[in-house]
């Protein structure tokens, strides 16, 4: 960063995003309908993001989609559960802005921009009280990303691909005035704005950031976007930014050998988790993300969650799971010893852990780990396995802002015109990955997003009418 003025900059607008998945196309329509002027710079020559690498569940709480299947659901019973989730430990006002937004964000991207949501309503998940995730037809974020980004072009937003920001130029008083990028060309550009939106991702593609902030995580796979690579970060310590929650993150388990995500719901269903010597080592509803690194501590960092066809159900209607299965990963027997052969695992060890999770959903027994299986009756052959092993998606800790998305210093004052969304600024997981519920990374991303449209807009115009 260089301290610099309007002037030097080849063109101005009045809204410059940086990074387009959810986050900056969510901030980019928001500060259309508005009226700004808008600039997305994108580094890759197709915009995917972390986006495209989700199953585009969207979690929106009172929504007329909940409405018509007669879910009753509302901001607060939204801020209930992401309160829960943390133990207390997230931003309360920033969680609150986000559960409130929520609703709202899924109708107007469905209703007013043209991108396609259902309610998700065949599976709860871990910390949900309510059904409330909205995905696209395919259940691919691939969708979603490609929805926002046609919606995005069809307002006027300006999406510059193949533009790799190099540093921003600010005045004495830390307002940004202009970034400067290289385009698809090779060329050096200056652009001018009122105001910047970063939405480049978090840190999770930075080796070195991982093992400084979520040293548990060092040996997972990354399953993040590359340009996750803490930029914003970087950026944010140049002009006297706040950091908050750099420990969070959301884990996941993938495939051991293709390295694709493995739905949960396998596991919600009643699946559980074993070591390679066939037992269970833990709570596996406790949640997804805290579970990688339950797995990456266990002896050769993989286990193999167990379930049947009953369990496979839910999971058949994910496109990712069909690649899973497509990768030859899935492990199928008519009964446990085969299953074990297959898996290389103790067959009476794997047995005993097959009959103890039937007493435990008989209720003959309680589970030490704490989990409840009732509700689940046991697994029947057509048994399966898969084995997976623990993986990082995307961190959760960022640029501190408040409940507009504007970046904050770190003595608590707003910088003049600086907005973050998404991977870029703190989530609403508290400090570590324990504190992430389902969704928590798109939520954050779009309702944020539009909040940092919206807010950076309105910065904008009145820095034009003053000048």
């Given at each position: 960063m260089r301290l610099a003025s309007a002037a030097e900059a080849e063109r101005s607008v009045d809204v410059v995003v940086v990074g387009a998945g959810a986050a900056g196309l969510c901030a980019a329509l928001s500060a259309r309908d508005a009226g700004a002027r808008v600039v997305v710079l994108e580094r890759d020559a197709k915009p995917a993001g972390n986006t495209a690498l989700t199953l585009g569940m969207l979690p929106g709480a009172g929504t007329r989609f909940q409405r018509e299947a007669g879910i009753e659901d509302s901001p607060d019973l939204f801020l209930a559960d992401i309160v829960k989730k943390a133990k207390g430990k997230t931003e309360e006002a920033?969680?609150?802005?986000?559960?409130?937004?929520?609703?709202?964000?899924v109708e107007w991207l469905?209703?007013?921009?043209?991108?396609?949501?259902?309610?998700?309503?065949?599976?709860?998940?871990?910390?949900?009280?309510?059904?409330r995730y909205h995905v696209p037809k395919s259940r691919t974020g691939v969708e979603m990303e490609e929805g926002l980004l046609a919606a995005a072009r069809r307002a006027g937003a300006e999406i510059v691909t193949s533009a790799r920001v190099e540093g921003l130029e600010a005045d004495e008083t830390g307002r940004v005035v202009a970034v400067r990028y290289t385009d698809r060309d090779g060329q050096n550009v200056t652009l001018g704005c009122g105001a910047l939106v970063l939405a480049t991702g978090g840190y999770g593609a930075d080796p070195a950031l991982v093992k400084r902030h979520i040293p548990e995580m060092s040996d997972a796979v990354y399953c993040g976007h590359d340009g996750s690579?803490?930029?914003a970060l970087a950026f944010g310590e140049q002009l006297?930014?706040?950091?908050?929650?750099?420990?969070?993150?959301?884990?996941?388990?993938?495939?051991?050998?293709?390295?694709?995500p493995v739905t949960w719901a396998l596991v919600i269903r009643g699946g559980f988790q074993v070591n390679r010597e066939g037992r269970r080592f833990s709570n596996e509803m406790r949640g997804y993300s805290e579970q990688a690194s339950a797995v990456l501590a266990e002896p050769g960092g993989t286990v193999f969650t167990v379930y049947d066809a009953r369990c496979e159900e839910p999971a058949l209607t994910f496109a990712d799971y069909h690649r899973v299965m497509e990768a030859g990963a899935v492990l199928e027997a008519d009964d446990i010893e085969g299953l074990a052969a297959k898996a290389g695992l103790p067959a009476a060890a794997l047995k005993e852990s097959f009959l103890a999770v039937s007493a435990y959903g008989s209720g003959e027994s309680a589970d030490p780990f704490g989990r409840d299986f009732?509700?689940?009756?046991?697994?029947r052959p057509h048994f399966k396995a898969v084995e997976v092993k623990g993986?990082?998606?995307h961190t959760q800790g960022g640029l501190a802002v408040d409940t507009g998305a504007r970046v904050m210093r770190a003595g608590g004052t707003a910088l003049p015109n600086l907005f973050a969304a998404g991977g870029a600024a703190r989530g609403i997981s508290g400090p570590s990955s324990d504190g992430y519920l389902g969704g928590n990374g798109l939520v954050t991303a779009v309702a944020l997003g539009r909040l940092a449209g919206a807010s950076a807009a309105e910065i904008a115009s009145q820095h034009k009418r003053e000048s």
């Open positions: 920033l969680a609150r802005a986000v559960a409130e937004a929520s609703g709202p964000a469905n209703d007013a921009h043209g991108v396609a949501f259902e309610l998700l309503s065949d599976i709860l998940y871990p910390g949900h009280s309510r059904h690579d803490g930029i006297g930014a706040g950091f908050a929650d750099l420990g969070a993150y959301q884990g996941h388990c993938v495939a051991a050998g293709p390295a694709l009732s509700g689940n009756p046991p697994l993986a990082l998606f």
